[in-house]
């Protein structure tokens, strides 16, 4: 990945609640992407283009849901090789990304009583933890 586009995606993070920045920045999603790219046998600017793809999904700009597609569509694959990086990445960033941020806003709603209004919202919302996401 290109020194301007880490810096891009770097700025992007930041603009992230403060739960989703540790998360992404206590894995090396970057080096990740690039074993699933050699274990697929990518080129350089294919794996680069899953990197951005990766990056895109994690910092919110593209749905989990275009994920398989924009890797078929971007880096060139068939329909099915597409599914097998999307499924080994999800294994391998976006469940651990996820069960991180989930822990460490169970452990912050743990420490914290939470005010009437925020119990609420948590109802209301169908137990959606993302509601106590530090911003």
Known sequence: MT???KQKFIEEIIKLPKTKQDA????DWIEIT????????LNKSDVEILQVETGLVMIGFVGLEMYALNIENNVGTTTDESKKIA????DKIFLPL???M?????NR??????????TVNFIISGGDYSNFMEK
């Open 87 to 90: 499924k080994d990445i999800f």
């Open 98 to 100: 996820t069960n991180k």
């Open 24 to 27: 992404i920045n206590s894995m």
């Open 34 to 41: 690039n074993e699933v790219g050699k274990n697929y046998l």
């Open 102 to 106: 989930e822990v460490s806003v169970k």
């Open 3 to 5: 020194e301007t586009l």
């Open 109 to 118: 709603v743990e420490t914290k009583i939470p005010h009437w209004n925020e």
